[in-house]
């Protein structure tokens, strides 16, 4: 999580806890498959690169990075 989200837009903040928070149960949960764990890989890259942009103030790509880190978590679940 990110300690400077305090000057992002509150749902940029809470979509990135959302993400983050799943990521982690996912992880804990461990796919055991080689594509659940690519995919797993492309979401934590996803949330990576949504934190730097928090960071530079590009909200805006942070979301759509969020976004799609959140839709590949969601087929993991399926």
């Known amino acids: 999580m990110l300690a400077n989200a305090g ?4 749902d ?3 979509l990135e806890r959302e993400v983050s928070l799943r990521l982690a149960h996912v992880r804990d949960e461990g796919p ?3 594509a659940k764990r690519a995919q797993l890989s ?3 890259q996803l949330e990576q690169t949504s934190e ?6 590009d909200y ?5 990075d969020l976004l799609a ?4 978590l969601d087929n993991l679940s399926d």
């Open 32 to 34: 055991v498959d080689d």
């Open 52 to 57: 730097a942009a928090i960071a530079k103030g």
């Open 42 to 44: 492309k979401a934590a």
């Open 7 to 10: 000057s992002a837009p509150p």
């Open 60 to 64: 805006k790509t942070a979301e759509s």
């Open 12 to 14: 940029v903040v809470s």
């Open 69 to 72: 880190a959140k839709t590949i």
